[in-house]
């Protein structure tokens, strides 16, 4: 079975400063990967997906994230954090075909200003 | 734009009472999802429906839970009796490809 494991619970970062948040995911022949955020009380928004092809995915409001096959690796990057990125952040994985989604613990950004 | 709609948004009860949950997917949307997410958790998957069969359950305690999509259309998700550790928030998803899931607002359950 798929896991996923993102290694902080919390990054507390300053605004304009650039963030990462990591995830590994454990090996498969093939896998979808996702990075949503959620905010309070709210469901989840999808910021990006890796299927297939480049292994650089870019997202929405200026997130990006990385795929590296060897490392097992999605992390989530950003050159410059807003105020408005305070939020948690899921990672996620699902094999090829119609299955659920396995998601990490989650990363909480706070972004301080 | 397309959304998945839930209700209640929020929903507090008394343990031992009934509850339900209602989803309504996005249009066109075949495959349908309910997950189960803990404070300070991921989501977890709780029951899939393609159309109206269930294609997994097998995290569903079937002995309080159960899920439904009569029509393959909208869905129901009921606990009964509710206990404690069933608050959560409780997400639906709806896919129309294995490409992306998109997600409702969620119903944020509370038993006292």
């Known amino acids: 079975a798929q896991s996923v494991t993102q290694l902080d619970s919390q990054v507390p970062v300053f605004e304009e400063a650039p963030v990462e948040l990591r995830c590994n995911y454990s090996?498969?022949?093939?896998?979808?990967l996702f990075w949503y955020v959620q905010y309070p009380n709210q469901g989840l928004q999808l910021l990006l997906k890796?299927?297939?092809?480049?292994?650089l995915v870019k997202g929405i409001n200026g997130f990006e994230a990385e795929f590296n096959k060897s490392q097992t690796s999605f992390h989530l990057r950003k050159p410059s954090v807003h105020i408005s990125d305070t939020a948690e952040y899921f990672c996620?994985?699902?094999?090829?075909?119609?299955?659920?989604?396995?998601f990490g613990k989650g990363t909480r950004l706070s972004v301080i200003a | 734009e397309a959304e998945v709609a839930q209700s209640p948004r929020y929903k507090i009860t008394e343990k031992s009472q009934a509850v339900a949950f209602w989803c309504d997917p996005i249009?066109?949307?075949?495959?349908l999802y309910w997950y189960r997410q803990i404070l300070g958790q991921g989501p977890e998957l709780l029951v899939q429906?393609?159309?109206?069969?269930?294609?997994?359950d097998s995290q569903l305690p079937k002995d309080r839970f159960s899920a439904e999509r009569l029509k393959g259309v909208d869905s129901t998700l009921k606990i009964q009796p509710a206990e404690l550790g069933d608050s959560a928030m409780y997400l639906c998803?709806?896919?129309?490809?294995?490409?992306?899931?998109?997600f409702g607002p969620g119903t944020r359950l509370t038993v006292l």
């Open positions: 998803a709806s896919t129309f490809s294995y490409n992306e899931q998109f």
């Open positions: 090996s498969s022949v093939s896998v979808y």
């Open positions: 890796y299927l297939s092809g480049s292994t």
């Open positions: 996620a994985v699902s094999d090829s075909g119609n299955t659920p989604l396995v």
């Open positions: 249009s066109g949307h075949a495959t």
């Open positions: 429906f393609q159309d109206e069969s269930v294609v997994d």
